[in-house]
């Protein structure tokens, strides 16, 4: 294989229907911000959208997504075109996205009950999706029959070296299948490279989204940040990095970077299971001196444009979420990466390493300083 699949040269004159399809069927900022200017992008066609389930997301500046087999008995084969919106999307296998997919209590109860057992964990995640791919985001021409065009915009894959080889042959045989596909970072990039698949490079689509039309709304939401909460750093890391001696080493760096009058604002990026919870990041304040605590704001706010309003007000951000971080860069406020451990954020540091290198990262015992030019060794 030397590159993916040609099946048509030029897009479909007459338009028709466009699925979107990704992970836009939870709470994740990255993601609902891709489905945003994905739908921003499809020219006027009549888009669907489409997921593993159905939420209404909507009310934080979403859309109504619908499961995929509901979408496609609407449409007529041979009319409609489907396009993968990108995200970490081919190494997220069917345990991970069926337990994302459910509110935390169940996904705690799901895990203690099947973690163990590996087997049991597969038949449970078809059991609940609906479907026994491997990587349920990703799709291969025969699960949407009569589609005229499948695409995969610019998406991820930096773990897909740990997973299963059944799973790494099955991202492998849908990039082959598509019409068009590209892939964000040069490590996932190398690993289809290294099994015989050429695909293109190409930047995250977050990388336009101060050109996009989403960039007013963005704006005006910064506007009233600005005016509520004046001068602040903006914070968000994952739940899983929010062991004590990690919020401890956090809280020290913060305080020794804090000017004077600055509050600091902490944000989920995401209120899916395994994603940010307002438990981890309440207890950021334990570590905080009593005048760092004072101007500590907890923000619980999961609307869409309002979180970008918060990065794009900032005086600087300090996330582990890459699409708060591209936004950040997108109007031009300075960022740093967060990571549990030094060279732990694999996705941050292949995306960062292949488009700005310039990046920062900060980890505990870790001095604060650029990615560097990403390397596949």
């Known amino acids: 294989m030397t590159g993916h699949r040609e099946r048509s040269a030029a897009r479909c004159p007459d338009g028709g229907d466009l699925i979107l399809f990704g992970a836009f069927d939870r709470h994740n900022y990255g993601d609902l911000l891709l489905a945003r200017l994905a739908a921003e992008g499809a020219g006027g066609r009549s888009v669907h959208f489409a997921g593993l389930r159905a939420w209404d997301a909507r009310a934080v500046a979403g859309f109504a997504v619908r499961p995929l087999p509901e979408v496609l008995a609407d449409l007529t ?20 996205a069926a337990v994302m997919l459910l509110d935390e209590e169940h996904a705690t109860r799901l895990i203690a009950r099947f973690d163990a057992d590996l087997c049991a964990r597969r038949r449970e995640a078809a059991r609940r999706l609906g479907t026994h791919r491997p990587l349920p985001y990703v799709l291969r021409r025969r699960d949407v029959p009569g589609v005229r065009r499948l695409e995969f915009a610019p998406c991820g894959g930096t773990g897909l070296d740990t997973l299963p080889r059944s799973v790494q042959r099955a991202a492998l045989a849908a990039l082959a299948e598509a019409d068009e596909a ?38 005006a939401h910064a506007a009233d940040w600005r005016a509520r909460l004046g001068a602040y750093r903006l914070v968000q890391f994952a739940a899983e990095c929010a062991t004590d001696p990690w919020l401890a080493s956090l809280a020290a760096w913060l305080e020794a970077r804090r000017e004077a009058g600055e509050r600091l604002a902490l944000v989920r990026a995401g ?18 001196s009593p005048s760092s605590r004072a101007v500590l704001c907890l923000i619980d706010e999961l609307q869409l444009e309002a979180i970008g309003g918060l990065a794009a007000a900032a005086v600087e951000v300090c996330a582990t979420s890459l699409h708060l971080l591209l936004t950040a860069r997108a109007f031009a406020v300075p ?6 451990e030094p ?31 990403f390397s596949v060794e």
């Open 182 to 219: 590209s892939v964000r970072d040069a490590r996932t990039r190398a690993f289809f490279a290294e099994r015989g698949l050429a695909l293109p490079l190409a930047p995250d689509p977050a990388e336009e989204l101060a050109a996009s039309h989403l960039a007013a709304a963005l704006e």
């Open 77 to 96: 084969p041979g009319g409609y075109d489907l396009r993968h919106v990108g995200g970490e999307i081919l190494d997220c296998d069917a345990w991970s």
């Open 271 to 288: 209120g899916a299971p395994w994603h940010d919870t307002l438990e981890a990041l309440g207890r950021l304040s334990r570590f905080l």
């Open 343 to 373: 060279h732990a954020a694999r996705k941050l540091r292949a995306y960062f390493g292949t488009w700005h290198p310039e990046q920062t990262v900060w980890a505990p015992g870790f001095a604060c300083r650029p990615v560097g030019r």
């Open 335 to 340: 960022a740093v990466a967060l990571e549990r």
